[in-house]
């Protein structure tokens, strides 16, 4: 990472999207909040729900792939990260699935190939179980659902992860963290991805340093202990009623880990699992093709 910060003026409703030819900046009002997404190409449609600490730039070089296959891609920033808005409140991921629930029905996409990582994933688990009817196949990735597994891994004093008990501190890490945002994510970002140039890193660096942008991003984490509750309530007994298919990258999240979480959800006739080779935890970033040949298969299957 470099100490150089780019500066842009906020895209307006319709502006195209640069760099990224055919995609533009498009904002929705849902669930009470202003949401921001880019949308572009046509065809069946694709929801990519992105991760901590991304932005929907997390899927930028998957995005023209799949619009090429003849997809219409829509990447929303979820609440709190981006350009979407960045309210107190909200970070239940019953909630955030309640904004892309409505962006989906607002837009008459229903039912969508939804494709979640990281907290993302958790979103996405969270929409597939409460919205069945929005949901015509699911793809989860690089974590594991609240409720179902997450938990065993949420405490590093049993060898989980330890930047679970810092996020959770949403005002110790946001003291942490505001003013020393290159800092502290230049490394995670370089740890994440296997590619030796994570340049594209630094235009999410912006973002983060915006108003609000480091505490809004860390609200996902405060909520996981009441996802957990909510989580387990979603399903009950049942599974979800959509084919699943969990994608990890081959040096990221263990994929046993993720595949075992999301097996306890699924219908195991309609459960696959998948590893993509040479990638990390941004494994849209690090190995787009693969990536979007495996998405377009498990689509079209």
Do not use: C
Request: cysteine-free; hydrophobic content about 40%; proline content about 6%.
């Amino acid at each position: 990472m470099t100490s150089q910060q780019i500066s842009h003026i906020p895209p307006t409703d319709g502006q195209e999207v640069e760099g990224l030819p055919g995609f533009t900046h498009r904002y929705a009002a849902v669930n009470g909040i202003r949401l921001h997404y880019v949308d572009g190409g046509s065809g069946e449609p694709v929801v990519l729900l992105h991760g901590w600490p991304f932005t929907w730039r997390e899927f930028r070089a998957t995005m023209p792939l799949l619009a090429e296959a003849r997809y219409r891609v829509i990447a929303p920033d979820l609440r709190g990260f981006g350009l979407s808005d960045k309210p107190e409140t909200g970070y239940r991921k019953t909630n955030v699935a309640r904004d892309i629930a409505e962006l989906v029905e607002r837009l008459g996409l229903a039912p969508v190939n939804l494709v979640g990582q990281d907290i993302g994933m958790m979103v996405a688990f969270a929409l597939a179980a409460s919205r069945p009817d929005l949901v015509k196949k699911a793809v989860l990735g690089e974590a594991l659902i609240p409720g179902y597994g997450l938990e065993d891994y949420m405490d590093p004093a049993t060898g989980g992860y330890g930047h679970f008990a810092h996020h959770m501190q949403v005002d110790l890490a946001t003291r942490e963290t505001e003013g020393r945002e290159e800092e502290f994510l230049g490394p995670t970002w370089d740890m994440m991805s296997v590619s030796e140039d994570t340049s594209w890193t630094r235009e999410l660096l912006d973002s983060f340093q915006a108003p609000g942008g480091m505490r809004g991003g860390f609200q996902h984490y405060g909520t996981l202990l009441e996802d957990i509750a909510e989580s387990r309530a979603l399903l009950g007994e049942n599974k979800l009623a959509m084919p699943v298919l969990t994608v990890n990258g081959e040096h990221g999240i263990p994929a046993a880990q993720t595949a075992a979480s999301v097996a306890r959800v699924s219908d195991p006739s309609r459960f696959e699992q998948d590893i993509a080779p040479d990638s990390g935890h941004t494994l849209g970033e690090d190995n787009p093709t693969w990536y979007a040949t495996r998405l377009d298969r498990f689509f079209r299957s």
